[in-house]
């Protein structure tokens, strides 16, 4: 068998140019957990090395050749089988022969489009990956390599104040402002909520952050809410003409951009959702939408990226 090549495996390993010095994010895995991966943005050229190493010394290897693709790929929880590309690029590394050593392939993929963020949620999955095939005739050996995603976008010119009255009929009367509606993540939310009228006894107010994730098409359409951040700004009964000020800090929380219709498979919005609650327990809540973007100060520039310097769109509401 191994005279064929049938026996014989190797190793695959793939070493992306500027490693040492690309920065490394964290990004949570679909079990949860937060793994770090080099992180890209658009137009970012992916290249780097791939290195062939065979698991025997003065073995062969036969194949039918061997090729990496740059993938970009929605993955939808229900519907595991299926796997949606929006990207699909292939370089041949080499053409069908026989390895008869441990051998290095340089590859480039030239500012390479990455139109979405990368994104593991509730009920889907976004990823961007290389993935190095070596073609044999029975079983292919092959190796993938994440890589995370970033998208950015310049500062939006009209960002208007958020301002609304809300209240149930003679008995409580507020109204709420936010200092903006389109916050980028390292942002802060600025505001006030005034009482003008109040009739029933409110024990306590409590701002929090939803993300309202919507994933699937048709008949298997999946919403999942989550609570991303949630903490009190009142602790006792408010009188009228009074102001309370709010102040959060978007920077310390788990958050992406607002996505809609990404592909046509999945959304991710967000939300600020305002509570009262009385001394009866009754609770009374307004939900305003919010618009979460990732900040590039410059549009574009040469060279590796960072976020403050990074290839950026221009902003989409």
């Given at each position: 068998?191994?005279?064929?090549?049938?026996?014989?495996?190797?190793?695959?390993?793939?070493?992306?140019?500027?490693?040492?010095?690309?920065?490394?994010?964290?990004?949570?895995?679909?079990?949860?957990?937060?793994?770090?991966?080099?992180?890209?943005?658009?137009?970012?050229?992916?290249?780097?090395?791939?290195?062939?190493?065979?698991?025997?010394?003065?073995?062969?290897?036969?194949?039918?050749?061997?090729?990496?693709?740059?993938?970009?790929?929605?993955?939808?929880?229900?519907?595991?089988?299926?796997?949606?590309?929006?990207?699909?690029?292939?370089?041949?590394?080499?053409?069908?022969?026989?390895?008869?050593?441990?051998?290095?392939?340089?590859?480039?993929?030239?500012?390479?489009?990455?139109?979405?963020?990368?994104?593991?949620?509730?009920?889907?999955?976004?990823?961007?990956?290389?993935?190095?095939?070596?073609?044999?005739?029975?079983?292919?050996?092959?190796?993938?390599?994440?890589?995370?995603?970033?998208?950015?976008?310049?500062?939006?010119?009209?960002?208007?104040?958020?301002?609304?009255?809300?209240g149930i009929e003679d008995c409580l009367h507020i109204e709420f402002e936010y200092n903006k509606q389109k916050f980028h993540l390292r942002d802060v939310v600025i505001g006030k909520i005034y009482f003008l009228l109040v009739r029933i006894k409110i024990r306590l107010m409590e701002i929090s952050i939803i993300k309202k994730e919507t994933a699937g098409t048709g008949p298997n359409i999946y919403n999942e809410n989550e609570t991303v951040a949630k903490y009190e700004i009142m602790d006792g009964a408010p009188v009228r003409g009074e102001s309370i000020p709010i102040r959060l800090f978007l920077a310390g929380y788990d958050l992406t951009p607002?996505?809609?219709?990404?592909?046509?498979?999945?959304?991710?919005?967000?939300?600020?959702?305002?509570?009262?609650?009385?001394?009866?327990?009754?609770?009374?809540?307004?939900?305003?939408?919010?618009?979460?973007?990732?900040?590039?100060?410059?549009?574009?520039?040469?060279?590796?990226?960072?976020?403050?310097?990074?290839?950026?769109?221009?902003?989409?509401?």
């Open positions: 068998m191994s005279f064929f090549g049938f026996g014989t495996t190797a190793d695959i390993d793939v070493v992306l140019d500027g490693s040492q010095t690309r920065k490394y994010v964290e990004h949570k895995t679909e079990d949860g957990r937060k793994e770090k991966y080099p992180l890209y943005y658009d137009g970012e050229t992916v290249a780097g090395k791939v290195s062939v190493s065979l698991s025997k010394a003065g073995s062969k290897l036969e194949h039918q050749g061997i090729k990496i693709e740059f993938i970009g790929q929605i993955e939808l929880y229900y519907d595991r089988g299926n796997h949606h590309e929006f990207i699909s690029l292939v370089k041949e590394l080499a053409r069908p022969g026989v390895l008869t050593q441990s051998t290095s392939f340089d590859f480039e993929f030239i500012n390479v489009e990455k139109p979405y963020e990368s994104y593991t949620g509730a009920n889907v999955k976004l990823r961007y990956f290389l993935r190095v095939t070596i073609v044999r005739r029975l079983t292919d050996i092959t190796k993938e390599m994440d890589i995370v995603v970033h998208t950015l976008s310049t500062y939006p010119e009209v960002n208007n104040s958020l301002k609304m009255e809300v607002t996505m809609r219709d990404i592909n046509k498979k999945f959304s991710v919005r967000y939300y600020l959702n305002l509570v009262l609650v009385d001394e009866e327990e009754r609770r009374y809540f307004k939900q305003q939408e919010i618009v979460l973007w990732r900040k590039a100060d410059r549009v574009r520039t040469g060279g590796q990226a960072d976020e403050s310097t990074a290839w950026g769109r221009d902003y989409q509401a």
